[in-house]
C-alpha cells in the first residue's frame, strides 16, 4: 500500500492509519484509548457496523483494522470475507469475545495479523501493534529475514520451550511467558526494566529477577547505557537461541 497519504513519525516512519469496528461504544473507546497510546499509530476512523466499516475503508485508506465479529448486520468474518474478496491492501487484528474455534480457524485462514479474545490486556494489544509495526518496517525495507517473518507471525523460535522447560525456584511459566513475549514483539528494540515493568503492570524487582534468569539462560542480551547522564542502567533485548 502507498504511504504517499501518511504522515511520520520521529523516526522518519510513516504513521499507521487504524480503522476501529466494534459495535459497543464504551469499548470502542478504550479501543481508541489503547491504540493512540501506541506510538506510530493513528486512529482515522470508528465504524459501528460491518456496513459501516466497508464504506469507510476506500475513503480512509486504513493501513489496518480492529475488527470486532459479534455485530449487528454482518458479523466480523463476513466483512472480512468481503474486503479480502475486494483485494483490499489492509490489515486486520480480529478483537472479539468469540472463543470457537471455527471463527479463530476463518479468521487465520483469512490472513488475519492477530487474534485477540475479549476481555484482553491492555499490554496485549499494544504488543499486538508493535509486532505489527515492526512487521511494516520491515516491509519497506524490500527484504525480509526470517527472525522478521516469525517476530511478525508470532512464531516462537525452535528451542524456547524445550530451553526454558525445567525452571528454578521462584521462576513461574506464566510471568516467564508475559515477559518472554513482550521481548520477542519488541525484539528490534532495547528496554530498561522500568519499561518492561510498565508495559507489564509487575514490579520492577520482579522483572530484574526474571530478566536475569533470561540473560542467564542466553536468550536476552543485557548491557549498560551510560548515555543517561547519571547513574547507568542496564538494557535487555531479546536475541533468541
Known amino acids: 500500500m502507498s504511504t504517499s497519504d501518511h504522515n511520520h513519525d520521529k523516526d522518519g516512519q510513516p504513521t499507521l492509519k487504524v480503522l476501529l ?10 479501543h481508541d484509548t489503547i491504540v493512540s497510546s501506541v506510538p506510530g499509530f493513528v486512529v482515522v476512523g470508528h465504524a459501528r457496523d460491518g456496513r459501516e466499516a466497508l464504506d469507510m475503508i476506500p475513503r480512509l485508506n ?15 468474518v463476513d466483512v472480512f470475507k468481503e ?15 468469540a472463543e470457537d ?39 519497506s525495507r524490500g527484504r525480509i529475514s526470517q527472525d522478521d517473518i516469525d ?19 521462584g521462576i513461574q511459566r506464566p510471568t516467564l511467558d508475559a515477559l518472554s513475549e513482550c521481548l520477542m514483539h519488541r525484539a528490534d528494540e532495547e528496554l530498561s526494566t522500568e519499561e518492561i515493568a510498565l508495559e507489564l503492570g509487575i514490579s520492577r524487582m520482579t522483572v530484574s529477577k526474571y530478566l536475569e534468569f533470561l540473560v542467564d539462560s542466553g536468550l536476552v ?6 548515555s543517561t547522564g547519571g547513574r547507568p542502567r542496564n538494557l535487555y533485548q531479546w536475541i533468541g537461541v
Open 83 to 97: 474486503i479480502r474478496s475486494l483485494d483490499t491492501p489492509v490489515d486486520v487484528i480480529m478483537v472479539t469475545a
Open 221 to 226: 542480551s543485557a548491557r549498560l547505557d551510560y
Open 21 to 30: 469496528v466494534e459495535d459497543d461504544p464504551m469499548v470502542l473507546e478504550i
Open 101 to 139: 474455534s471455527s471463527t479463530v480457524v476463518a479468521s487465520r485462514r483469512l490472513g488475519a495479523f492477530d487474534y485477540i479474545i475479549k476481555p484482553f490486556r491492555f499490554e496485549r494489544l499494544r504488543a499486538s501493534l508493535e509486532s505489527y509495526r515492526a512487521a511494516q518496517r520491515s516491509r
Open 151 to 169: 517476530r511478525a507471525w508470532h512464531v516462537r523460535k525452535p528451542g524456547y520451550a524445550e530451553e526454558l522447560e525445567e525452571l528454578p525456584k
Open 62 to 76: 486504513p493501513d489496518i483494522i480492529i475488527l470486532d465479529v459479534y455485530m449487528p448486520g454482518r458479523d466480523g
